[in-house]
């Protein structure tokens, strides 16, 4: 945490003792009042206004001159209690999400164990032997799943637009977890052991996995720009510490700072799938269903809890419909030629006013189209990194399977993922970060995405010399995944293809959610951040492309392609990409004000 928080003094904004200092006008006039009688509530309009109406106090937050940006150390601004807050309702939605989908591998995949109690679980007496119920195969479950990351991460798209321009981010969330509620009570119901005896475990499963798909789609982009948006002054200041040490506070090292540790609570959460997955195998499939969903049902109770002390952005759909009326000006002026260098330039207001044609944007709003079609442009390198993180669908829990485990489940592996993360992640934001900036190295947003990519291209290759050994060693040679017998590898050895695969997602997904919200619209930051989650979906869409060669004998390949791809596209992404590092993180209105009288005097 930073050392102190210094007030600032503006226009009708929120919280006075959360939000760094800011005040709330006491009441709004008539006007205002009728203003907000379509639905949405007194103080989020308040927080609407607040977000618009900023006057920036620079005695109380002094600007750092050229020289001070260039030399004084950076530190990260304090948090809000309402932004944590948040990242505690982040991490129960994640353990009930990765806690029952680190089951549907197993669930799917494998008949219910011989000499088992009918409920899923293994016969105690075969500790290597592994869970399962509804007997569709290896394919139709990776399949599955496949499908289910894909929906998850597909569905976003509708869901930051419906927060953006109908009901803003906040009750999208509410929605959200109620649809998931649906769907955890099903999910359980349906894993009775009478239906799974019976067979009929099927139809329930599946309409429980569209509405999980659903509710998570709608509640995912939406939580991470609602927890940024807790941290009201986004601008880069000055102070003095009590050490007497002069700091810029930067609002990138901010910014980073509360993802990484939003990305750690979404961490501990998901490690919650650890113990599910022994649930699974020495109990049943109902209980390790119901646990999420225990921790899932306190999701309505945190969001009671702090209702009034988050910041709550009402939708402005102007924002989306402004930015697509940009991007189809500049497109139009180019014939199509997203590589044209006058791409924006022939839409800037000043550039149409020579000619004669009156906008009704700004120059902001033209430099936020283009900043917005870079990060989406980063994004969609993405696709191809992730299938280097633990592998294509249940390739890693396949593998698993093969090896052996004295007694763990095939799929726990899997779950260390979030362990890693949530070791290492502290430790970059404590540790490793502040000592660059001490030491004035610059390690900047495509430097990190790039050491992220190159991490989990090892983590790829790790994987596919694993499958080799499993297959040499293996009583079946080349058909280990259908083999009654094990390879003596132990399970283990898997370590280090989830390790490096985990870390390299504080790299990438961490630094991607920062450019996902730092380059978008202020109204549209739900709408961008979904655009990077997409990404998900296409990897899982490549990943369905792929699944008929997830087959024995070359499951080898199934690692070593995609890390070969990752290799080549790393290189390509570093080339293209390096000069953002030095880009401007955030940009406000007054930037391009300034510009525009230093413009003026110049024309005089």
Request: charged share 15%; net charge neutral; hydrophobic share 45%.
């Given at each position: ?15 006075p003792?959360?939000d760094?200092?800011v ?6 006039p008539?006007?205002?009042v009728?203003?907000?009688s ?9 927080e ?16 750092p ?6 030399t ?17 309702v982040?991490?129960?939605e ?9 089951v549907?591998?197993?669930?799917l995949?494998?008949?219910?164990p ?7 679980a ?5 500790p290597?032997?592994?869970a ?7 394919q139709?479950?990776?399949?599955l ?8 991460y ?11 321009t109908?009901v803003?981010?906040y ?19 349906g ?21 999980l798909a659903?509710?998570?789609?709608i ?16 601008r880069?200041?000055?102070?003095v510490?009590?050490?007497?040490e ?7 090292t901010?910014?980073?700072?509360i993802m ?22 020495y ?16 999701l309505p109770?945190?969001?009671a809890v ?7 952005l ?5 924002d ?5 009326k940009?991007t189809?000006?500049?497109?139009k002026?180019?014939k199509g ?7 924006w ?8 006013a020579?000619?004669?044609v009156?906008?009704?944007y700004?120059e ?17 390198y ?12 249940s390739?890693?829990?396949n593998?698993?399977?093969?090896m052996?485990s ?8 899997n ?9 290492f ?11 660059l900036e001490?030491?004035?190295i ?18 790829g290759?790790?994987?596919?010399i ?9 009583p079946c040679?080349?058909n ?8 003596p ?8 293809n ?5 870390i ?17 619209p ?18 899982s869409a ?14 080898i390949?199934?690692w070593a392609?995609?890390a070969?791809a ?6 390509i ?16 209105e ?15």
């Open positions: 945490m930073a050392e102190n928080v210094v007030g600032l003094t503006v226009q009708k904004v929120v919280e003792d959360v760094q200092g005040r709330v006008e006491k009441a709004l008539p006007q205002d009728h203003a907000v379509d639905g949405r509530d007194v103080e989020s309009h308040l609407s206004e607040a977000a618009s109406s900023h006057v920036v106090d620079y005695e109380t937050y002094p600007p001159t050229e020289e001070e940006r260039k004084l150390r950076k530190v990260f601004d304090s948090i809000p209690i309402s932004a944590w807050f948040l990242c505690f982040e991490l129960a994640r353990a009930s999400y990765y806690g029952v989908k680190a549907f591998n197993n669930y995949q494998f008949p219910l011989a000499g088992g109690p009918g409920t899923g293994i016969d105690p007496n075969k290597n032997s592994h399962g119920a509804l007997d569709m195969g290896l139709a479950a990776s399949g799943t496949l499908l289910f990351t894909f929906l998850a597909l569905i976003p798209i509708f869901g930051a637009w419906f927060a953006d109908k803003g981010k009750r999208a969330i509410v929605y959200g977890v109620l649809i998931g509620a649906v769907a955890h009570v099903i999910m359980v119901g894993a009775a052991p009478a239906l799974l005896q019976a067979g009929q475990g099927v139809a329930p499963f599946l309409v429980s996995f569209l509405l659903i509710g998570a789609g509640f995912k982009p939406n939580v991470a720009p609602t927890v940024i948006d807790q941290y009201r002054y986004q880069e200041y000055t102070k510490l009590k050490s007497g002069k700091v810029l506070v930067d609002p990138e901010t910014v980073s700072h990484l540790i939003f990305y750690s609570f979404v961490n501990v959460g998901a490690f919650f799938s650890i113990a599910v997955v022994y649930i699974e195998k109990h049943s499939f109902w209980l390790a269903f119901l646990v999420p969903g225990i921790v899932y049902f306190l109770l945190l969001l702090m209702y009034k002390r988050t910041v709550r009402p939708p402005q759909g102007s989306l419909n402004r930015f697509v940009i189809m000006s500049a497109l002026s180019t030629n997203v590589f044209s260098k006058n791409l330039y022939n839409v800037k207001p000043a550039t149409l020579e000619r004669g009156t906008v009704g700004s902001k709003d033209v430099d936020d189209a283009r900043r917005t079609w870079q990060a989406v442009e980063i994004f969609l993405i696709p191809v990194w992730y299938l280097n993180d633990g592998g294509i669908s390739l890693l829990s593998q698993g399977a093969a052996t004295n007694g763990a489940p095939n799929d726990l592996l779950n260390f993922n979030p362990l890693s993360i949530i070791i992640a502290p430790f970059m934001a404590h540790v490793v970060y502040p000592f001490r030491k004035r610059r390690f900047g947003r495509i430097s990190r995405m790039t050491f992220g990519f190159i991490l989990a291209t090892i983590s290759v790790i994987g596919a694993v499958q080799y050994l499993v297959y040499e060693s293996s040679g080349y280990a995944s259908t083999c009654d017998g094990v390879s590898i132990s399970i283990w050895w898997q370590v280090p989830v390790a490096l695969g985990a390299s997602e504080i790299f990438v997904n961490v630094t991607s959610y920062e450019l996902a919200y730092a380059r978008a202020e109204h549209m930051r739900a709408t961008v951040v979904a655009l990077f989650l997409f990404m998900t979906a296409l990897s490549l990943g369905e492309i792929v699944i008929p060669a997830i087959i024995d004998p070359t499951l390949w199934a392609a995609p070969i990752l290799f080549v596209q790393t290189i992404f570093w080339w293209r990409h390096r000069h953002i590092n030095d880009d401007a993180f955030m940009t406000h007054e930037d391009f004000q300034s510009l525009r009288s230093e413009e003026e005097k110049i024309a005089k």
